[in-house]
């Protein structure tokens, strides 16, 4: 599977933008899918995630709240809404996907190494 996010941009704090994520040519029901940013200068940092076959979503604390998970019906395309945006949210926003069978943790899939497919990252920046 490839893995194609866009959505970044700029926008003033206290804005909404909403970044996808495409699974080319695959659905991702049975995988688990998750946003990670990095912000210069910091290490990538898990964002969300929607585990596999309905097995519900989780968020960051820093972002619990103002940010969403959510996938279309097709299955194909992951998004994250993000809301009430801060300066402190700007980051390269990457998407991923753990198509490994085998189920993990939830706090493994809080972690880079839980995830085997990356998308390429869209820039968010957020003006104060």
């Known amino acids: 599977v490839q893995l194609q996010a866009s959505g970044g941009g700029l926008v003033q704090a206290g804005g909404s933008l909403r970044l996808s994520c495409a699974a080319s040519?695959?659905?991702?029901?049975?995988?688990?899918m998750g946003w990670f940013r990095q912000a210069p200068g910091k290490e990538r940092e898990f964002v969300a995630v929607i585990r596999r076959s309905g097995g519900g979503t989780y968020y960051a604390t820093s972002v619990k709240g103002r940010f969403t998970i959510f996938g279309d019906n097709a299955k194909t395309t992951v998004y994250l809404q993000m809301n009430s945006l801060k300066p402190e949210d700007t980051a390269v926003y990457y998407c991923?996907?753990?198509?490994?069978?085998?189920?993990?943790?939830?706090?493994?899939?809080?972690?880079?190494?839980?995830?085997?497919?990356w998308g390429q990252g869209t820039l968010v920046t957020v003006s104060s």
């Open positions: 991923a996907a753990r198509t490994s069978s085998r189920r993990t943790m939830l706090s493994e899939l809080q972690t880079n190494r839980a995830y085997d497919t």
């Open positions: 040519g695959r659905t991702f029901s049975t995988y688990d």
